[in-house]
Nanobody
Framework: QVQLRDSGGGLVHTGDSLRLSCVVSGRNFESLNMGWFRQAPGNEREFVAAISWRDGRTYYDDSMKGRFTISRDNAKGTVYLQMNSLKPEDTAVYYC????????????????????WGQGTQVTVSS
């Protein structure tokens, strides 16, 4: 019943910023851990960031180097990924995902643990 709609991707230049959005419907947004993953051609889907529904703590893959920030707006049922200082290596399809935890506090970084997915939005960073 949960539906995710992600958007905000596009073509940018090295050093630019981009903000991705994911609108959640069909479930109590406050009870979902939300995450962002990305997948480049020929690569496995990799974890980018997540935010806990319980305490709002955020988690990032070390490779993001502090350039990315995940946040959520409960009133709007939306999760965001702010991406700064973009590099060509960030080029990928970005997916938002929702995890319905059963007493889990820390969001998972494994795609298999997430229950719902957006369609993906393409981010391309030119050099």
């Amino acid at each position: 019943q949960v539906q995710l709609r992600d958007s905000g991707g596009g073509l940018v230049h090295t050093g630019d910023s981009l903000r991705l959005s994911c609108v959640v419907s069909g479930r109590n947004f406050e009870s979902l851990n939300m995450g962002w993953f990305r997948q480049a051609p020929g690569n496995e889907r990799e974890f980018v960031a997540a935010i806990s529904w319980r305490d709002g703590r955020t988690y990032y893959d070390d490779s993001m180097k502090g350039r990315f920030t995940i946040s959520r707006d409960n009133a709007k049922g939306t999760v965001y990924l702010q991406m700064n200082s973009l590099k060509p290596e960030d080029t990928a399809v970005y997916y938002c995902a929702a995890e319905a935890p059963l007493g889990v506090v820390v969001p998972s970084n494994l795609p298999h643990d997430y229950d719902y997915w957006g369609q993906g939005t393409q981010v391309t960073v030119s050099s």
